[in-house]
């Protein structure tokens, strides 16, 4: 089955480390992704890991893959109030012409000054 | 560039009423999908397209028409508006099918459709 879940709210303070989490079903996938959204804005990819690794780091980003549990986590670091916004993961199911991503709910991440 | 365009970004319609949401990129990209984003739901594929001449139906393709009869310009349609149809819908584009670290799909910044 196609199901991305993740939890829908997250508050952290400014400074800290705020971890993002997320649930897929389908060990298909070979390509992972987290996205931003702003409000009133479109989605940006933030960051994505390949499917044959557990940990990738981008500055203050730190995604982790237990492949095993069909689980993934952002990390963000030293989180700041620009950092406010919902956080999709997606997969990718692969099919040739027809990949497609599959986002989860989204994480609406507030930042407390 | 301007990356991927929507217009109008904000629309009210009354039930079946009818209405085509405009999508454009000028990044050549050959793939364009449409999304529909719900509370509590994240965004789900309505139809996509491959290229000019091109469409498929995605997740939820009810009530929606696409054609693609340029690289640059993949409409979406609205025959007859129903409530369910209220939701933000976003346009995406892409060098190809979404998938690898090589080709990022683009979002425009979302049509806000409410359906009386």
């Known amino acids: 089955g196609e199901d991305v879940e993740q939890s829908l709210f997250l508050s952290v303070r400014e400074g800290d480390s705020s971890v993002i989490n997320c649930t897929y079903t389908?060990?298909?996938?070979?390509?992972l992704y987290w996205y931003k959204q702003e409000p009133g804005a479109g989605l940006q990819l933030l960051t994505y890991?390949?499917?044959?690794?557990d940990m990738k780091q981008d500055q203050r980003l730190t995604v982790l893959l237990n492949k095993k549990d069909k689980h993934l986590s952002l990390r963000i670091a030293d989180t700041q109030t620009g950092d406010s916004a919902i956080y999709f993961c997606a997969e990718n199911l692969y099919g040739g012409a027809t990949n497609k991503l599959i986002f989860g709910t989204g994480t609406l991440l507030a930042v407390q000054p | 560039n301007a990356g991927v365009t929507q217009t109008p970004k904000f629309q009210v319609l009354k039930t079946g009423q009818s209405m085509t949401l405009q999508c454009a990129q000028d990044m050549n990209h050959e793939y364009m999908s449409w999304y529909r984003q719900d509370p509590g739901m994240g965004l789900r594929l309505i139809h996509y397209s491959v290229g000019a001449g091109i469409t498929d139906q995605g997740e939820v393709p009810n009530g929606y028409n696409v054609s693609r009869s340029t690289t640059e310009d993949f409409p979406l349609r609205l025959l007859s508006a129903a409530p369910s149809q209220t939701s933000v819908y976003f346009c995406a584009s892409s060098y190809s099918p979404p998938g690898g670290p090589w080709n990022e799909q683009f979002f425009g910044p979302g049509t806000r459709l409410t359906v009386l």
């Open positions: 389908d060990s298909s996938s070979t390509y």
């Open positions: 890991i390949f499917s044959n690794m």
